[in-house]
């Protein structure tokens, strides 16, 4: 619970390939990295399926053409503005199908959800989720969006990109996600002019208008082709002035046509009259495509069966626009079979768009539409008892997705299931992580609603069970969103142990994403908690957590006392399980303290402990952390063998993460024994990994093993380079105890490679940053580097 797998110690994004940091680095740095170390992601092709019978807007399509044909010599950003329904979206999803191989690099596309009933999308969310697609390093993800918008126009530099930012609300929403080099094109839609970016970043603005009569009737001619051919052409333009012009409009009406073939289009067009005649308005201020779509909506929604018009307006209820088969069933209280039938239903009539085989969309104008007809059909009882359906069954859901991926996890105690669909089940993990990456917007739209709701508890309790996934793959925006919502569901709920579960949360969260002040403050406030409710088992816990950050931020007095305390407990309850890997947690304080003979005892108990549970992975780990303090007591030889067990358990269990790591400990116990071609390899192995894994710092680690190797084969000036890699590396990610450790390495490589000053140099720098740490092992380093 309180340590992720391969936990990635880091915070900044790209590769030492992509950044370097001059300052204080004397003389050339040419980087010899091997060909496995150069991985690209695969492209992405992010944009969504393109509507079918798209007409016209050829000289828009002109516009668009011409943007590439004038080249992307700098960044360009296009605004697309026009109003709800114009077909701003179809527009731009079918040109940028058409231009896709102009694009080499990709399109990436984000819905924004300026104008959705929930909140817009944080522009944060939008670079997690992009930085993530792109493949970069995992340390560019992080919980401060400043950091990851920096990363991201990093990551794009030198790229040939197509980035849709599809229902912006505002330019300060769009701004962070603008490249800032040549190549890139930048297509943002709104209904608002957004002039901050015409005039800030030189933003093109394409206004799109209504269809002409040309077109109107040629998109109702294309829907209705096969269905209608006889229509009266002053008939088919009736239809389309009633409809304003407007696409969405058109569309849904010609669907409507369509299907009844036998009725004259002039008493379609009677009741479409009537329905616009009778029609109030329902928003406030009477905006235009209030009045020019909402009779159209009306006039279909009432041609629905009436099942099928109940389900979509309790459609309107749903959390997020988009939405499985069985979260409608679950809405609606009716098993999924009949929830698919009616689903069909509503598609029919162009009421809902299905994005694939058991999903589908509303967009934002008949969500709002679907909304009201709730609210105004619907009693309150009847709309809160669907909402409760809806959430419970996301709650119940992420429960199993739990089960599968962190098994071990506390598990809460859940409001019962509010009938109808039941939660689904899992055959294993991939399974359980697929819906949860196809659910992961609704997830957290769904803590919202039921903290708006009233429903406080489903609201943490769903928090809750987020973060066992959450700890898995770091999701930072949607970990801390959903984890400060739970909160202060909690707090009003008066269930103080929840509170404790979430304040830890965000203090996982924020260490996780190398906000460690923060995370402090959280974990303390958990610990608080616990003792307060006399949960011990939980205070064990938030004790190992807290242990965990102390350790990362190298205050080993602490960090021991905290891994004491909760190994305490621990055995006191008499739990076979966590009380062995909190040892083994004190016993990694032990080493970085310099006491590695105190640490090897609790590490091979550990290790007999983990082979008993069948836990290899914390088997590897163990045997890693043994390797290293048998190398510390001058053990080499049996460092070797540990080392080497250890990297067949990650090879075993499929792990490159795991290797990576553990073969840091392969190559430093093959350089002690003398075997020092084979520790060339170890390192430049774990250089490939961790540059695909994205762990900056780990590789930074293998760079600077890589360095002592060629020190140790005579070939300094290699040795110089790899050193400097190393400290470059540290110095970005602002980890001050290992910049200090490879700088003493690389003052040892630049005295053999002649030049004494800047050896003496990286020996002040490193006694600077030493003066910071007060632990033996800190203090024993100074002192030699002092010395010489």
Not at 121 to 137: D, I, K, Y
Not at 586 to 604: F, K, N, S, Y
Request: glycine share 8%; with cysteine; aromatic share 6%.
């Amino acid at each position: 619970m309180h340590e992720p797998r391969e936990e990635v110690n880091s915070s900044l994004s790209g590769t030492a390939r992509d950044v370097v940091q001059a300052r204080d680095v004397q003389g050339g740095i040419h980087f010899h990295a091997p060909a496995t170390d150069r991985v690209r992601p695969p492209v992405p092709y992010q944009l969504p399926l393109a509507g079918l019978g798209f007409v016209n807007r050829r000289a828009e399509r002109e516009v668009l053409d011409r943007l590439l044909d004038d080249g992307l010599a700098y960044a360009r950003v296009l605004l697309v503005t026009g109003t709800a329904g114009v077909g701003k979206t179809s527009l731009v999803l079918h040109w940028a199908h058409a231009v896709r191989d102009r694009f080499p690099d990709g399109q990436l596309y984000a819905d924004l959800h300026g104008y959705d009933p929930q909140a817009p999308v944080r522009h944060e969310w939008v670079l997690e989720s992009f930085l993530r697609v792109l493949g970069a390093p995992a340390d560019a993800v992080h919980a401060e969006g400043e950091h990851m918008a920096a990363a991201f126009r990093s990551w794009l530099a030198g790229r040939r990109l197509l980035i849709v930012l599809d229902n912006a609300a505002s330019a300060a929403q769009v701004r962070p996600l603008l490249p800032a080099t040549p190549g890139c094109l930048v297509i943002v839609t709104s209904r608002h002019r957004l002039p901050g970016l015409t005039i800030r970043e030189g933003a093109r603005r394409l206004t799109l208008d209504v269809l002409d009569q040309d077109g109107s009737v040629a998109l109702l001619r294309s829907v209705t082709q096969g269905y209608r051919d006889g229509d009266d052409p002053a008939q088919v333009a009736e239809l389309a002035s009633l409809c304003a012009r407007l696409p969405l409009a058109l569309r849904i009406a010609a669907e409507r046509a369509a299907g009844r073939p036998l009725m004259h289009l002039a008493d379609l067009i009677g009741e479409l009259r009537d329905e616009s005649g009778r029609w109030e308005v329902l928003s406030a201020d009477g905006d235009e495509e209030s009045e020019a779509v909402r009779p159209v909506f009306s006039w279909s929604y009432r041609a629905l069966p009436s099942d099928a018009a109940r389900l979509f307006r309790l459609l309107g209820l749903h959390p997020g626009p988009d939405f499985s088969d069985a979260a409608a069933a679950a809405l609606a209280g009716v098993d999924v079979r009949t929830a698919r039938r009616l689903l069909d239903v509503i598609a029919a009539a162009h009421m809902v768009d299905q994005t694939v085989s058991d999903r589908f969309r509303l967009h934002d104008l008949l969500r709002a539409y679907a909304a009201d007809q709730a609210r105004l059909e619907q009693t309150p009882q009847e709309r809160q008892d669907a909402v409760r359906r809806v959430l419970t069954w996301y709650l119940h859901t992420a429960d199993a997705v739990q089960t599968r991926v962190a098994p071990q996890e506390p598990r809460v105690e859940l409001v019962p299931a509010d009938g109808g669909v039941p939660a689904l089940r899992f055959a294993d993990e991939a399974q359980a992580m697929r819906w949860y990456e196809a659910e992961r917007d609704n997830l957290v739209a769904a803590v919202r609603a039921a903290a708006s709701g009233g429903l406080d508890r489903i609201a943490w309790q769903l928090a809750v069970v987020l973060r066992a996934v959450y700890m898995t793959n770091n999701p930072f925006q949607d970990w801390l969103a959903t984890s400060q919502i739970g909160l202060e569901a909690a707090r009003r709920d008066g269930d103080l142990g929840a509170e404790a579960e979430l304040e830890e949360s965000l203090g996982m969260a924020y260490a996780q994403s190398q906000c460690l002040a923060a995370a402090a403050e959280h974990y303390e406030s958990a610990l608080t908690l616990r003792r307060d409710v006399g949960d011990t088992f939980g205070e064990a816990l938030t004790l190992n957590g807290l242990g965990l950050l102390e350790l990362r931020r190298r205050n080993l007095v602490q960090a021991r006392a905290a891994f004491e305390g909760s190994r305490e407990l621990f055995a006191a309850l008499n739990d076979g399980f966590w009380e062995p890997r909190v040892a083994v947690n004190l016993a990694q304080v032990e080493l970085e303290i310099g006491h590695p003979d105190t640490a090897l005892g609790p590490l091979r108990r550990g290790i007999e402990v983990f082979k008993v549970h069948g836990d290899r992975h914390a088997e590897g780990n163990g045997l890693r952390l043994l390797a290293a303090a048998e190398l510390d007591t001058g053990n080499a030889d049996a460092a070797l063998a540990h080392a080497e067990q250890a990297v067949a358990i990650a090879t075993e269990i499929c792990s490159a993460a795991a290797e990576g790591y553990w073969l840091l400990a392969l190559g430093d116990a093959q350089r002690a024994t003398g075997h020092t071609a084979q520790a060339l390899a170890s390192y430049r192995r774990a250089i490939a990994l961790q540059e695909q894994l994205g762990d900056r710092a780990r590789q930074a680690a293998a760079w600077d093993g890589l360095g002592q190797t060629y020190l140790q084969l005579g070939r300094d000036q290699e040795a110089v380079e790899s050193h400097r890699r190393a400290v470059v590396t540290y110095r970005d990610l602002d980890q001050t105890w290992e910049m200090a450790r490879t700088l003493a390495h690389l003052a040892e490589a630049l005295d053999h490679a002649g030049t004494p000053q800047e050896a003496a140099d990286a020996r002040a720098d490193a006694c600077d940053l030493l003066a910071a740490f007060t632990d033996p092992r800190a203090v024993r380093l100074r002192e030699s580097l002092a010395q010489r």
